[in-house]
């Protein structure tokens, strides 16, 4: 069974920034598609940002500019940069293959935002 670890959140003011880790238990060289997702309390679980097996990324609206996203195949490990974080980024994070989320979701990890 694949196992995706999620870590690196916390709290952080507005502003400031934070890295999230995304460890997968196998390797991610032939996943095509990798993403971000988030789901804020109340809120339905959205996609925050993706990338190719190519290394092309693409984002969300509400993240774009602030976040970015990268991969680290020798390590297996998915990244995403969070920088001028808002209050509503405030969410629990967690990652997986893109469109259709093949794998068990993991504990994600928690991000909060203070104003």
């Known amino acids: 069974q694949v196992q995706l670890v999620e870590s690196g959140g916390g709290l952080v003011q507005a502003g400031g920034s934070l890295r999230l880790s995304c460890a997968a238990s196998v390797s991610i060289v032939s996943i095509d598609l990798l993403g971000w997702y988030r789901r804020a309390p109340g809120n339905q679980r959205e996609l925050v940002a993706a990338?190719?097996?190519?290394?092309?990324?693409n984002y969300a609206d509400s993240v774009k500019g602030r976040f970015t996203i990268s991969r680290d195949t020798a390590k297996n490990t998915v990244f995403l940069q969070m920088n001028s974080l808002k209050p509503e980024d405030t969410a629990v994070y967690h990652c997986?293959?893109?469109?259709?989320?093949?794998?068990?979701w993991g504990q994600g990890t928690q991000v909060t935002v203070s104003s």
């Open positions: 990338i190719t097996s190519g290394g092309r990324t």
């Open positions: 997986n293959t893109v469109p259709v989320a093949l794998y068990s």
